[in-house]
């Protein structure tokens, strides 16, 4: 086994944007076999350099679109511009560069806590995250494929409801939906942004699987690429712990699909709704 995707202390490390001025970072890349940089990666690190202009407001919501692709093996410049600061709401644009390009635009709104109603969609029920096999031992027949990609330790431990899409690829009727638990493969610093930038970086690792699993493919088998990402912050999230992350992908036309995911703590609290669109091309 050769694959080696990267530590856990590799994604924090690099989610700690390096600060230059008040309103300028610089972001190291998760470099891979490919030297593309990874969507929900940069996606955090932009969460990140806008929440340190931010100081003591909450992350509830980040949108992103994806201009072009860049090339993990050299740093991405970071651009925050301070469009609004209320009494309750903050709002933040981001630009990614590199080379002078534009590789990233996005938007994040926070706000100051405070209590007021509180209502959500229940939870679905499903087992528990300790009666579920690991993913390496899910796909443990298939460990010698693509260098052992499919069994090689991972920065999150996965533990899917339903087949994962190695699996799920070989059925009879391949479903949109996927539902897996998560949690941090390590310990994480007690930090609220740090875990929404954190969740930001799986969702986008994650949100693929649904809608690759209805072409029957998967995420080293075909061609995809992020185009907009977005998440809504309900609660704070504790990675250390396991979250359920229910996705869904609704659509799929013109060579894109999009997912959705609904995330929930072991309390059944809903922490986070995202939504992510990809594009997988004209031969799709």
Known sequence: MSYRWPTLADVIDTLHVARVDDHHFVATQLDNPG????????????????????????????HVYYVRAGDARNPVDLHVDV???GGTLSTRKITARQDGQILLEALASFNVPFESLDYQQPMPDVADPESL????????????ELDGHWVAPRPFELRYVDPPPR????????????????RANGSVPDDEVLHSCLLTYLSGTTMVEPALVMRRATPVSTFNALIDHAL????????????LSDQVSAS??????????????????MVCVATQELYFGRGS
């Open 83 to 85: 469009a609004r600061d």
């Open 232 to 243: 809504w912050f309900h609660r704070p999230v504790d990675l250390a712990d396991w979250v």
């Open 35 to 62: 030297h593309h940089i990874v969507g929900g990666h940069i996606a955090g690190q932009a969460l990140m350099a806008a929440s340190l202009t931010a100081p003591g407001r909450a992350a509830h919501s980040v």
């Open 133 to 144: 096999a690991p993913i390496q031992q899910q796909l443990a027949a298939h460990a010698d």
């Open 252 to 269: 799929g036309v013109a060579g894109r699909g999009l997912t959705t995911s609904t995330m929930y703590n072991r309390e059944g609290q």
């Open 167 to 182: 699996l799920a690829i070989d059925l009879a009727e391949p479903t949109p939906r996927l539902r897996m638990w998560w």
